[in-house]
């Protein structure tokens, strides 16, 4: 069945028809039995905290809620089911979107154990290391830490400064903290609960440096202590994410037995000698960071809960607080009834169902890639760009948008059993964990101006001046799942005009397209032009375009954004449904040209009178949403129950 | 001396020349003795908060320093002298926005207690109040509440439900909470110390409403426990400003004598009857809350102060932390070396001493305005309408620049020892108290549109749309102190083209002019169409331009910003602080006609090529500025002992 025929199909189905219940169905896509499972079996005491807990009782609250959740066979997707997983590589990122619906802390404390201590044993171990670990860190057990970033060196891990030495006289290697910046620091799971460490360090075997490598390494034992030569600090108290105990830890000469190494991309053998199946250092490197791909792809999808969460309680706030009265006329009015607050939240609910969407396709697209036999090096650095880029996207529209709902419900919103600044607390560091988004966005440029064919660590910016290529090929415009179906709507709309154009989804495409396309190639043009440069003047060129590279990296991933949203619509059998995800699909397409119509303008993509046209556009559509608002809020799936805003109660 | 002079005698000055100092002292300007005493006298134990208090320590904490503060003869500006003030009213503002550098719990604490409370019975009270109450309320051996909110109405002032019924037979007043809906809720020293409250009702004599006005009842004895006829609650937990105990107030029909209702514009007098000097209740009503207009200056100032904060700490930071090297060079580079971090910080460093000549401008123009005899109404409205424009910029502003510094400093932005968190979860409220900014920014339009001739209570936007101009004229462009300057800077840049333009402060002026001029004329055009429509199809026209009157309250608002940062420049003595602040107000300007360029191509003032070539610009200015980056920051005032950030130690 093709969008056409739908479309005449359902002539009779008005948005009215559409429910909350079918709508979430829709958005859950290839999830909705996993997310249907927490619906039904998880009560909102499982899963949310009250706001007002201290730091010691949070930590208490979490370390026991994702302890029960694991033994329920929650949130434990993604691992071998022998040694104690339940469930697929993409389910994972459903589990962690639903836990993520209750608390955040909860999630993140899942993230940490699950996501990055298992994921590390998981992806970066062998059958020993499985066997040995994985039963126990599944059932938390065994908490562990994932101790990648030091003081010196957040984002850039390449420069970490933790030494794994091999010591060839007891066959053990040596984990060392050379100097008060190698010191691991922001590590969950350290300040309290952690008994193990994935620690990452500069492995140095017979005095040659072999990069970064991961080993396991005890750092408490059964009683809680911190075992000799192991130093472990508390950060104590943060901006959010209470429940989580973030620490320090510091190695002096710590040995381990040599298989503590996780040596599936190197290690040493029985002779001492150092193997791995990637001989390119750097290679090596980015395949083994490339593993972890899933972690990031949970930072984002988190943050898009919490975004839901957020939207449902001031959405639905706003349909019954009532403040001055219309104008001329007698009675106060509910504020959603205000253009200027259904600008504020509208819009916003649209980008929920987009992010939605996209990050269903991305959670499937993890599950082949890591799955393919052999691995296919170009599409996992294009998942792991999608990644970046939705990681920064999402995570940036969490920030602002949780934000406009706690503005949206005045004092009440700042009244924290309302739940939104626990929400904005804990959100916030989102943009900044598993990679500072300023920094992903320009990895993402990076990959697009390499065409995937490079890994990101082999070059530095220099590097990849000189290696972008003349033209941007087509390679950047991947063929996602909605492909054959966005080329018929394009060839579509190019058939259209004037104020029809605006509602044709094959224009809203095209114009998120050309926006790409003219970026990148800008870019790499400039790219290529100030690689050309004596090296002084081209490291200030080079410099000169992080801006553009920033805006390059968000129209890739905006056009991703759309593309699965058109793929999610192909998707949904259910009419009425179909025709509200398509108002809200144009919402989306004209809040997202909207907001970059200064970019339009100047390229003349768009003549002022579209340009405000547009607006009106975005205006009417918002009025048109206004009377299903509780059907949107419904359908972002959130359990009524878990919103515990005693504003709504 | 003009500028012009300035510019020829300045030759020789470079931007290397400027001292911290001596920018800190031109942006004090008039108020340079005041905050000299608090950089002196005040140390960083007096106003800095552990920002890992509880909430309990927290208000202990602040009612204590608060008191010693105001023992030491700070923050207790703006009062009479012989009732225990000391310091003019623009003053106050001043000690206002030196506690905000500090902490914001004890600044909203004694606005709530000087500013609110003490506002109250200063503006509405006569003698009697003067002395019976304000020496304790200055010295806060009186903490008082200003129970205005309520629960069922926030923003919406006239609409209060809460009943001062005039008992003829005792001569008392009777206070009363008809429902739940008319309990106070969200006050400042409700919840804990209040012992005293200024409470807005509508004042019932003789079986006729005469509208709102104020009364002081007592609500805790002695012991603190509240008094018959009166609940309180706790509002507990809330998103920031954990010092501030706010709370709810009902009123069970509770007497006070008739000598407690603050009866400067309306009073009862022997016989029972009720007078005012203002015959018509809007304009006594909206008189009245014009008093208070100091309370919405005090907040956008505040929420300045806590932005310069926040920006010492990330700026400072961003000079030392170093991450990644230099394409194709070896050494880790500071992270305000990369543009990208520049355009995070530098604009908004920018932006502060912008806002920051404004609050004076302000500042003074409140003392102007409040110590005029007789009163001029329409230079009160204008001074109310600048004021709430001012405070919804300020407090967006402060709100998104806090939240983009603490994600420039990354994990350690997130760690409540280094302050940046403290400062978001407090100045989240500030777009929220004192007037809701999207109301306020609406407040600002009518003003416009109705020209300052009539008060903002005096009709409904139906009603403003009847009386909306059909010409703007050009009261709306009205005379700032630099106002001679402006004319001539706006000549001389007709006389200049091209690249030179950009540098221009006229042609900067002349864009910021422009833009509200049309949007301000375009918007009463529509309000007038939309007038003239049957009563209900204009309602809904009138909805419509919600988002147009937000724009124009914002062209019109940055206008006065960039005027009084001319007038700023004009009353700097000093050559080498007087060419940084040149570059500043470049950058300001820019930014803003960046930020806004979308408006600008489309209502074709600028071309593509232009539009592109303010962006290499801003670049540019960031580029020059980068090196003094630190004196930029010394000159923004804060005490760098105040910062007490851990990562900075």
Redo the contacts between chains.
């Keep these: 069945m093709t969008l056409t025929d739908d479309r005449v199909l359902d002539e009779t189905i008005t948005l009215a028809d559409a429910t909350g219940d079918a709508l979430a169905h829709a958005l859950d896509g290839p999830f909705h039995a996993v997310k249907h499972r927490w619906r039904i079996e998880v009560d909102a005491d499982d899963v949310t905290r009250d706001?007002?807990l201290?730091m010691a009782e949070a930590r208490d609250w979490t370390l026991d809620k994702l302890t029960g959740l694991a033994h329920r066979h929650f949130a434990i997707a993604g691992f071998p089911a022998e040694c104690g997983g339940d469930g697929t590589l993409p389910e994972s990122v459903a589990h962690f979107e639903m836990m993520a619906l209750g608390d955040l802390s909860l999630t993140i404390k899942s993230g940490v154990q699950h996501g990055l201590f298992g994921g590390a044993i998981t992806n970066l171990g062998t059958a020993w290391h499985h066997e040995t670990f994985l039963p126990d860190t599944i059932s938390v057990a065994l908490p562990g830490c994932f101790a990648m970033?030091e003081r010196g060196?957040?984002?850039?891990v390449q420069?970490l400064e933790t030494t794994i030495t091999y010591v060839r006289e007891t066959d053990e290697f040596e984990v060392n903290s050379p100097q008060a910046s190698s010191e691991k620091?922001?590590i969950g799971n350290a300040a309290r609960d952690g008994r193990m460490a994935a620690v990452f360090g500069q492995l140095w075997v017979a005095g040659e440096c072999q990069g970064v490598h991961t080993i396991l390494v005890p750092i408490r034992d059964a009683d809680g202590e911190s075992l000799p030569g192991v130093t472990l600090g508390d950060?104590?108290?943060?901006?959010?994410l209470l429940g989580v105990d973030n620490g320090t830890i510091a190695f002096d000469h710590v040995r381990v037995p040599r298989r503590m190494l996780l040596d599936r991309y190197g290690g040493v053998d029985d002779e001492g000698v150092y193997h791995s199946p990637i001989a390119n250092p750097n290679a090596r490197f980015f395949t083994m960071l490339g593993t972890l791909v899933r972690g990031r792809i949970c930072v984002g999808a988190a943050a898009g809960s919490a975004t839901r969460k957020a939207l449902a309680i001031a959405t639905t706030y706003a349909t019954r607080r009532r403040?001055?009265?219309?104008?001329?006329?007698g009675a106060?009015i509910p504020l959603l009834?205000?253009?200027?607050?259904q600008?504020k939240l509208l819009p916003n609910l649209a980008r929920a169902y987009a992010y939605g969407f996209a990050v269903n396709e991305l959670a499937l697209e993890l599950g082949r890639v890591m799955e393919a036999e052999p691995r296919d090096a170009v599409r996992a650095r294009a998942l792991e760009t999608r990644a970046a880029g939705m990681k920064a996207l999402l995570t940036r529209w969490a920030?602002d948008t949780v934000?406009t709902c706690?503005?949206a419900c005045?004092?009440a919103?700042?009244?924290?059993?309302n739940q939104?600044?626990l929400l904005?607390?804990d959100v916030?560091?989102f943009?900044?964990?598993e990679g500072?988004?300023?920094v992903l966005m320009?990895l993402v440029a990076k990959a697009l101006l390499l065409e995937y064919k490079n890994t990101w660590g082999d070059m530095?910016?220099?590097?990849?001046?000189q290696a972008t290529a003349r033209f941007v090929s087509d390679t950047i415009m991947e063929r996602t799942a909605a492909r054959p179906v966005i080329d018929r709507l394009v060839a579509t709309a190019r058939r259209r005009s004037g104020g029809d154009l605006l509602a044709a989804r094959g224009w809203h495409v095209a114009m998120f397209e050309e926006r790409e396309r003219h970026t990148v190639e800008s870019l790499a043009q400039r790219m290529r032009a100030a690689g050309r440069l004596p090296?002084?003047e081209?490291?200030e060129a080079?410099?000169?375009l992080?801006?553009h590279m920033?805006f390059a990296a968000r129209a890739h991933t905006d056009r991703l954004v759309l593309e699965a949203f058109v793929a999610g619509i192909e998707q949904t059998r259910d009419a009425a449904s179909r025709q509200m995800l398509e108002k809200l699909c144009d919402l989306y397409a004209l809040a997202t040209i909207e907001e970059g119509?200064?970019w339009f303008?100047?390229?003349?993509r768009m003549d002022?009178a579209r340009?405000?046209a547009v607006?009106s556009a975005i205006?009417a559509l918002c009025g048109e949403l206004r009377p299903h608002a509780a059907v949107l809020v419904e359908g972002l799936g959130v359990p009524e129950t878990w919103l515990r805003s005693q504003m709504l109660a």
Tied chains: 1, 2.
């Design positions: 706001p007002a201290g970033t060196h957040g984002s850039d420069s620091i922001y950060q104590g108290h943060k901006g959010g403040q001055f009265r219309r104008p001329g006329l106060e009834d205000y253009l200027t607050h600008r920030n934000q706690r503005e005045g004092g919103g700042y009244m924290t059993a939104l600044t904005r607390g916030d560091v943009a900044t964990f500072d988004n300023t320009e530095d910016l220099w590097g990849t001046a090296r002084a081209s490291a080079i410099s000169q992080g801006e920033l119509r200064a303008l100047e390229h003349q002022p340009s405000k607006t205006n």
